[in-house]
T-cell receptor, first 114, second 118 residues
Framework: EDKVVQSPLSLVVHEGDTVTLNCSYEVTNFRSLLWYKQEKKAPTFLFMLTSSGIEKKSGRLSSILDKKELFSILNITATQTGDSAVYLCAVGMKGSSNTGKLIFGQGTTLQVKP | EPEVTQTPSHQVTQMGQEVILRCVPISNHLYFYWYRQILGQKVEFLVSFYNNEISEKSEIFDDQFSVERPDGSNFTLKIRSTKLEDSAMYFC????????????????FGAGSRLTVL
């Protein structure tokens, strides 16, 4: 059975801390791994990773994929209260058609305290 | 920035009633999806839709569910006879289908429609 597991499930830090969120997966025919940030509205896209060892970076956020060990991490440095959200990891798989089906993890709830 | 819009944001219905959830995908997108998230659980894939037909559906998407693109802008999810267990947040998503060199593409999600079945 295809599955995506995130850890920790929840995390409370103080502003300025650095956090690392983990995502491991076991899927057939891996195509891509995506990170989304979910606040009270739509999940918003952060990163898509398809190749091992290549870090993607956007401001204070960065992410990397290890296709040998089947995991990804999302790092957030110098956290701010606005980083408080649920961070979702999702894996897309190759198939006979480009269906865009994603398998999601359960999410990591991050709370950043002032 | 283009966005996927969903209506209603919240709907309360009685068990056995029909419900239609509406979505307006991003205008130049070609692929459309419905996902759902039961409270406290993972986001789950329901169905993907391309070229006016379903391209893939999950086990959850049984005969009680249907999707339609009635005109050039709307994409709807219908639940024919709602059950208590259909209570969830329903997310619509779309993508342009443009593939990166690896074959992947990015889904843009709407804010969701919360369905409560009593």
């Amino acid at each position: 059975e295809d599955k995506v597991v995130q850890s920790p499930l929840s995390l409370v830090v103080h502003e300025g801390d650095t956090v690392t969120l983990n995502c491991s997966y076991e899927v057939t025919n891996f195509r891509s791994l995506l990170w989304y940030k979910q606040e009270k509205k739509a999940p918003t896209f952060l990163f898509m990773l398809t190749s091992s060892g290549i870090e993607k970076k956007s401001g204070r956020l960065s992410s990397i994929l290890d296709k040998k060990e089947l995991f990804s991490i999302l790092n957030i440095t110098a956290t701010q209260t606005g980083d408080s959200a649920v961070y979702l990891c999702a894996v897309g798989m190759k198939g006979s058609s480009n269906t865009g089906k994603l398998i999601f993890g359960q999410g990591t709830t991050l709370q950043v305290k002032p | 920035e283009p966005e996927v819009t969903q209506t209603p944001s919240h709907q309360v219905t009685q068990m056995g009633q029909e419900v239609i959830l509406r979505c307006v995908p991003i205008s130049n997108h070609l692929y459309f999806y419905w996902y759902r998230q039961i409270l406290g659980q993972k986001v789950e894939f329901l169905v993907s839709f391309y070229n006016n037909e379903i391209s893939e559906k999950s086990e959850i998407f049984d005969d009680q569910f249907s999707v339609e693109r009635p005109d050039g802008s709307n994409f709807t999810l219908k639940i024919r006879s709602t059950k208590l267990e259909d209570s969830a947040m329903y997310f619509c998503a779309s993508s342009d289908g443009r593939e990166t060199p690896s074959g992947a593409n990015v889904l843009t999600f709407g804010a969701g429609s919360r369905l409560t079945v009593l």
